[in-house]
């Protein structure tokens, strides 16, 4: 309907592909000039009377010679059809699932759009189906915005005019869900850090590369160091690894292998020239890395390893990089620079479940105390065309996982074929305050890199053993977390980690020496507390607190400082009157302390 009333009002519009997504839809098109808001409501309006005609679907199977003559106008359905129809790149990666929407299985099918009245066709379009018999059983839609797209998502491809939608099974249902898209609107990340100062994508820097602002960097120290914490005490250690490596340990890894699509380019360095400039010795090639874990691989391997070492957890706060499509760089959750909290635990075959259950409980207890607590969890299957090893290290490590997630007693999915090229993993969903389900931990079991490297553990008996590998990313990255909970709690942090915890309010500026004293206090017990002095009044300084997002606020008048109390007053607008220093400080303290999601 989209499509047809795009071509309706706009004559010779081309198509590209409109598949249905998470929630919606959405159609790319290429006209001569980029759609304008006006457009969507002439679109919509036009789209209801198509409803209102009742038009049927009717399904046509039809051959490739027959779809180009009909199609001959719309070269990017031309062009669907030729990968339709070329087997060797039927079964390439080129085919996406959005393309597959449209191109389909193994016949090509057209939908015409015909008059009930009359039988005539409308209007027609290349498309897998199926649909539903009529347009009048659209109960509720919506235009929601416009983006640009490169065709087929390649920059050097044309760039088309994308319209997204949503359609619903009733008008309650859509206007629910067009609540939550302007609430979510309020919630972005990339909104809330600027307003709030917290972090910026400089031009200058490149696309999908943050730099964290000094009330960013808190709110992060704050989120690593409980981590490191909380790590030391279940038994981790910490280490580090560089930016870059020769190509060597990218191609003994498999990374060069299976996912050179997703990192940067080599850099050539370390040639060698005589003195006449003829080379010695040829540049090396050198990589970004994308991941940790071969660097983590190399530590295991650098000494000798007993059996008494296992399981060996090593941890690193380890930044990567990878080079993500400009289509796809969104913000701090798809970036192409980032921080993983990077854990790979090495053991033996008998400690593997234990390992496993004890692991994916640390996970979701953590999450827990960053005010998360609704979870599913996620099992990622083997995909043959896109990984190593053999079937029944699969199987087992699958098994191994599969046991771990049924012991959390939590809802349990399949992502049949979604596991990445080393081995399969459990992922932890989350579900934010909106209801939006966020993947953020994941856990991968890995007999793979083991062999690559070459690892090895002496056993009880003195033989050399091969240990199992498990990857595990607690945040998924820092950034990305950082978005998650940005978005989770509108910017208002709870206490414990609120880049500013308390602001102190004078009614005039006579009262603010006994605020700084109140002030000093709280610093010293390591509470972050400012005052504020400024020239505005009061109202106008508690409006700026809560505009901030702090916690607690601490106001004192005459009545106040003569007494030895505060009002103490909360960034939802309650206020307690009359409180004494002792209990205003300890308010907050214990605030802190528990990590209370106020």
Same mark, same amino acid.
């Given at each position: 309907?989209?499509?047809?009333?795009?071509?309706?009002?706009?004559?010779?519009?081309?198509?590209?592909?409109?598949?249905?997504?998470?929630?919606?839809?959405y159609y790319d098109f290429a006209v001569e000039t980029p759609f304008t808001p006006e457009d969507?409501?002439?679109?919509?309006?036009?789209?209801?009377?198509?409803?209102?005609?009742?038009?049927?679907?009717?399904?046509?199977?039809?051959?490739?010679?027959?779809?180009?003559?009909?199609?001959?106008?719309?070269?990017?359905?031309?062009?669907?059809?030729?990968?339709?129809?070329?087997?060797?790149?039927?079964?390439?990666?080129?085919?996406?699932?959005?393309?597959?929407?449209?191109?389909?299985?193994?016949?090509?099918?057209?939908?015409?759009?015909?008059?009930?009245?009359?039988?005539?066709?409308?209007?027609?379009?290349?498309?897998?189906?199926?649909?539903?018999?009529?347009?009048?059983?659209?109960?509720?839609?919506?235009?929601?915005?416009?983006?640009?797209?490169?065709?087929?998502?390649?920059?050097?491809?044309?760039?088309?005019?994308?319209?997204?939608?949503?359609?619903?099974?009733?008008?309650?249902?859509?206007?629910?869900?067009?609540?939550?898209?302007?609430?979510?609107?309020?919630?972005?990340?990339?909104? +809330?850090?600027?307003?709030?100062?917290?972090?910026?994508?400089?031009?200058?820097?490149?696309?999908?590369?943050?730099?964290?602002?000094?009330?960013?960097?808190?709110?992060?120290k704050l989120m690593e160091d409980y981590s490191r914490e909380r790590h030391e005490q279940a038994?981790?250690?910490?280490?580090?690894?560089?930016?870059?490596? &020769?190509?060597?340990?990218?191609?003994?890894?498999?990374?060069?292998?299976?996912?050179?699509?997703?990192?940067?380019?080599?850099?050539? +360095?370390?040639?060698?020239?005589?003195?006449?400039?003829?080379?010695?010795?040829?540049?090396?090639?050198?990589?970004?890395?994308?991941?940790?874990?071969?660097?983590?691989?190399?530590?295991?391997?650098?000494?000798?390893?007993?059996?008494?070492?296992?399981?060996?957890?090593?941890?690193?706060?380890?930044?990567?990089?990878?080079?993500?499509?400009?289509?796809?760089?969104?913000?701090?959750?798809?970036?192409?620079?980032?921080?993983?909290?990077?854990?790979?635990?090495?053991?033996?075959?008998?400690?593997?479940?234990?390992?496993?259950?004890?692991?994916?409980?640390?996970?979701?207890?953590?999450?827990?105390?960053?005010?998360?607590?609704?979870?599913?969890?996620?099992?990622?299957?083997?995909?043959?065309?896109?990984?190593?090893?053999?079937?029944?290290?699969?199987?087992?490590?699958?098994?191994?996982?599969?046991?771990?997630?049924?012991?959390?007693?939590?809802?349990?999915?399949?992502?049949?074929?979604?596991?990445?090229?080393y081995g399969p993993k459990i992922s932890v969903q989350a579900k934010d305050a909106l209801g939006?389900?966020?993947?953020?931990?994941?856990?991968?079991?890995?007999?793979?890199?083991?062999?690559?490297?070459?690892?090895?553990?002496?056993?009880?008996?003195?033989?050399?053993?091969?240990?199992?590998?498990?990857?595990?990313?607690?945040?998924?990255?820092?950034?990305?977390?950082?978005?998650?909970?940005?978005?989770?709690?509108?910017?208002?942090?709870?206490?414990?980690?609120?880049?500013?915890?308390?602001?102190?309010?004078?009614?005039?500026?006579?009262?603010?020496?006994?605020?700084?004293?109140?002030?000093?206090?709280?610093?010293?017990?390591?509470?972050?507390?400012?005052?504020?002095?400024?020239?505005?009044?009061?109202? &106008?300084?508690?409006?700026?607190?809560?505009?901030?997002?702090?916690?607690?606020?601490?106001?004192?008048?005459?009545?106040?400082?003569?007494?030895?109390?505060?009002?103490?007053?909360?960034?939802?607008?309650?206020?307690?009157?009359?409180?004494?220093?002792?209990?205003?400080?300890?308010?907050?303290?214990?605030?802190?302390?528990?990590?209370?999601?106020?």
């Open positions: 309907m989209l499509a047809q009333a795009v071509q309706d009002l706009f004559p010779g519009t081309a198509l590209g592909i409109g598949p249905p997504i998470e929630n919606g839809f969507l409501k002439r679109i919509e309006k036009r789209m209801k009377e198509i409803i209102k005609q009742g038009q049927r679907f009717e399904r046509r199977v039809t051959t490739p010679t027959e779809a180009k003559a009909e199609l001959a106008k719309e070269p990017f359905k031309l062009e669907l059809i030729d990968v339709l129809t070329n087997a060797a790149v039927k079964t390439s990666s080129e085919i996406t699932t959005d393309m597959a929407a449209d191109i389909g299985g193994e016949e090509l099918t057209i939908y015409d759009n015909v008059d009930p009245r009359t039988g005539e066709r409308k209007w027609g379009d290349l498309c897998r189906g199926p649909h539903v018999e009529t347009t009048k059983e659209i109960p509720a839609f919506a235009l929601t915005r416009i983006a640009a797209a490169y065709w087929r998502g390649n920059e050097k491809n044309p760039q088309l005019q994308r319209i997204y939608g949503t359609a619903w099974e009733s008008q309650e249902k859509l206007d629910e869900y067009l609540h939550l898209l302007v609430e979510a609107e309020k919630r972005d990340h990339r909104k +809330l850090g600027a307003e709030l100062d917290l972090f910026s994508f400089p031009e200058e820097i490149g696309s999908g590369l943050a730099v964290f602002h000094p009330k960013g960097g808190v709110v992060r038994g981790y250690e910490f280490v580090y690894s560089p930016h870059v490596a &020769k190509s060597r340990l990218f191609e003994t890894s498999g990374h060069l292998q299976w996912f050179a699509d997703g990192m940067y380019p080599p850099m050539q +360095l370390d040639i060698e020239r005589d003195a006449d400039g003829e080379t010695k010795r040829p540049a090396q090639d050198y990589y970004l890395k994308p991941m940790n874990c071969p660097f983590h691989t190399l530590i295991f391997r650098a000494k000798g390893r007993s059996y008494r070492e296992l399981p060996l957890r090593l941890f690193e706060f380890g930044t990567v990089y990878r080079y993500e499509k400009s289509g796809v760089v969104h913000g701090l959750t798809r970036a192409r620079g980032f921080t993983q909290d990077d854990a790979h635990i090495f053991c033996t075959p008998e400690q593997m479940p234990a390992e496993l259950d004890s692991l994916l409980t640390f996970v979701l207890d953590l999450l827990r105390d960053y005010g998360l607590s609704d979870f599913y969890l996620e099992i990622s299957t083997r995909d043959p065309s896109k990984s190593m090893g053999t079937d029944q290290e699969w199987a087992q490590a699958t098994a191994a996982l599969q046991y771990a997630a049924e012991k959390q007693n939590l809802p349990l999915t399949l992502d049949e074929g979604g596991a990445a090229f939006r389900s966020w993947q953020l931990s994941t856990i991968q079991v890995d007999f793979q890199l083991p062999q690559r490297f070459d690892l090895e553990y002496q056993d009880s008996d003195g033989t050399r053993k091969r240990p199992i590998m498990i990857h595990r990313a607690l945040f998924g990255s820092m950034e990305r977390f950082f978005a998650v909970l940005l978005e989770h709690y509108a910017g208002a942090f709870p206490p414990w980690l609120a880049p500013v915890q308390v602001v102190a309010i004078p009614v005039s500026k006579e009262h603010t020496p006994y605020l700084e004293d109140i002030v000093g206090r709280l610093r010293t017990q390591g509470v972050r507390a400012e005052i504020d002095d400024g020239d505005d009044r009061m109202q &106008k300084k508690i409006r700026n607190a809560q505009t901030r997002k702090v916690p607690f606020m601490l106001i004192a008048g005459e009545q106040d400082a003569s007494a030895g109390r505060v009002s103490f007053r909360y960034r939802d607008g309650t206020q307690d009157n009359g409180i004494a220093i002792d209990d205003a400080v300890e308010r907050v303290l214990d605030a802190i302390r528990t990590r209370t999601q106020v």
